[in-house]
């Protein structure tokens, strides 16, 4: 039996009859932001200003009535962006050499 993620799962409030986010959300509408066009920044980087050509508006709210006990609930996205530091740092100071074949 394939693993189950909970954390991925969208649970009906009513009922409790699960889906899975993209039974819910049109993806387009919830990774698809429109590309951006123009960018101003200051000098140490933050975005001043942003322009986007034409494209799908970044939607996270979506309204669904339940294909079990069909009553309507709404669901928010919350997308969180997780940053951290390359911590590997590559020595190219030593050469090595590996066999094709034992």
């Given at each position: 039996m394939?693993?189950?993620y909970k954390s991925q799962?969208?649970?009906?409030?009513?009922?409790?009859y699960e889906?899975?986010?993209g039974e819910i959300f049109i993806p387009v509408y919830l990774i698809g932001q429109p590309v951006p066009k123009t960018i101003l920044r200051d000098g140490i980087g933050t975005i001043l200003y942003s322009e986007y050509q034409?494209?799908?508006e970044l939607d996270?709210?979506?309204?669904?009535i339940c294909d079990h006990c069909?009553?309507?609930f709404v669901v928010e996205a919350q997308i969180n962006y997780k940053?951290?530091?390359?911590?590997v740092e590559l020595d190219?100071?030593?050469q090595y050499s590996s066999l094709l074949e034992d």
């Open positions: 394939p693993k189950k799962t969208i649970a009906c409030p009513y009922c409790g889906y899975l986010p034409k494209g799908k996270l709210e979506e309204k669904y069909e009553n309507t940053v951290s530091k390359e911590t190219y100071t030593n």
